[in-house]
């Protein structure tokens, strides 16, 4: 799987957006970008992912650039419990291919 | 709906000691997995199973065993803890035409 490179830490004020980068310059075809978020050493929770077109759902949107090199994770009017750590992820939906979490980007939500 | 649960959430064993985590879930998901999560740092994939009867390594699968009982549940054994093996712990699912993984919630477990 390809590797992704995040930013280790953001602040957003809370109410506006917040724009996760992510790149991952070495992306294959047919691998897809995840996004997922842990809050405070819960579980991580599934966000939202694109293989090229953008994406978005009742959570995020999901900005892929044209050539897949990079990607941003949006979040439209962030609130305090958006405060956690996000992970950007590579991978392809073959069958035995594993999630691989790396370092992820802390987002701190401030009043 | 519970997903995926996790027991123990948290506990606490001597240098030595062996014991089983376990996991289920109730989404007819046929791959399951398990991370471990270290402070500060990412998750990391200890086993996983993609079928019933399946299991596979992941990245650090030394010290663990895992049993893929039945379709829903896929329990983790530590047979002689290490502190080492201080961590959290983390069960996954996902189905086949899933895409997202889901996640228990968790457990906490210190070797002393």
Redesign the interface.
Known sequence: DAKTTQPPSMDCAEGRAANLPCNHSTISGNE?V?W?RQIH??????II?GLKNNETNEMASLIITEDRKSSTLILPHATLRDTAVY?CIVRS?N??N???????TRLMVKP | NAGVTQTPKFQVLKTGQSMTLQCAQDMNHNSMYWYRQDPGMGLRLIYYSASEGTTDKGEVPNGYNVSRLNKREFSLRLESAAPSQTSVYFCASRGDSSYGYTFGSGTRLTVV
């Open positions: 897809y995840y997922y050493s819960q579980g991580p929770q599934y992912h992970y939906n069958a035995g594993m999630l691989t979490f790396g370092g992820g």
